[in-house]
């Protein structure tokens, strides 16, 4: 679905309702995301004071690269965002820069699911890797450990002089 800026006015937004369709995109440069699927976005383009934005919610089911073995697996993102659609970099307005007058829809809901997704992918019940020469690795539980103890714990027991 293409949108026309110069379509959405105060009085008139633009209402979507779209399952779209990511099959044949190329998800190369998109890691840890090997695919989408089941893509469902609703909602609307309109104006505001800051300029145009877009109400969305979306639904999809995301294939992932679990970071820690590489096994592709499956999770669902239910979601909603209300983003800023500035034309050029040098607004003064956050959001996601579409030049010119037309926006792809396709391309706006791909951004917003990108922003969803975790950096290190894990799925469920995943292993550690195994430690080896010149690396150790620690679990979440090591992690919460060390953070108990302070970097001054090594000081209670020097005896300062005067």
Same mark, same amino acid.
């Given at each position: 679905?293409?949108?026309?800026r110069?379509?959405?006015?105060?009085?008139?937004?633009?209402?979507?309702?779209?399952?779209i369709?990511?099959?044949?995109r190329?998800?190369?440069?998109?890691?840890?995301?090997?695919g989408?699927?089941? +893509?469902?976005?609703?909602?609307?383009?309109?104006?505001?004071?800051?300029?145009?934005r877009c109400?969305?919610? +979306?639904?999809? +089911?995301?294939?992932?690269s679990?970071?820690?073995?590489?096994?592709?697996?499956?999770?669902?993102?239910?979601?909603?965002d209300?983003?800023?659609?500035?034309?050029?970099?040098?607004?003064?307005?956050?959001?996601?820069?579409?030049?010119?007058?037309?926006?792809?829809?396709?391309?706006?809901?791909?951004?917003?699911?990108?922003?969803?997704?975790?950096?290190c992918?894990?799925?469920?019940?995943?292993?550690?890797?195994?430690?080896g020469?010149?690396?150790? +690795?620690?679990?979440?539980?090591?992690l919460?450990?060390?953070?108990?103890?302070?970097?001054?714990?090594?000081?209670?027991?020097?005896k300062?002089?005067?």
């Amino acid at each position: 679905m293409k949108i026309h800026r110069n379509l959405v006015t105060p009085a008139k937004p633009i209402a979507f309702d779209e399952d779209i369709d990511f099959s044949m995109r190329d998800y190369g440069p998109a890691y840890p995301l090997l695919g989408l699927k089941e +893509v469902h976005a609703s909602g609307e383009f309109y104006l505001s004071d800051e300029g145009l934005r877009c109400a969305a919610k +979306v639904h999809c +089911v995301a294939t992932l690269s679990d970071a820690r073995t590489c096994e592709p697996f499956e999770e669902c993102f239910d979601f909603e965002d209300d983003c800023g659609l500035p034309t050029s970099p040098e607004e003064d307005a956050e959001g996601y820069l579409f030049e010119g007058n037309v926006i792809e829809l396709d391309e706006l809901i791909y951004c917003l699911i990108h922003t969803q997704l975790p950096m290190c992918p894990r799925k469920g019940g995943s292993p550690l890797p195994r430690s080896g020469e010149g690396y150790t +690795v620690y679990s979440e539980d090591d992690l919460m450990e060390e953070e108990k103890s302070s970097p001054f714990d090594a000081l209670k027991d020097y005896k300062f002089e005067d």
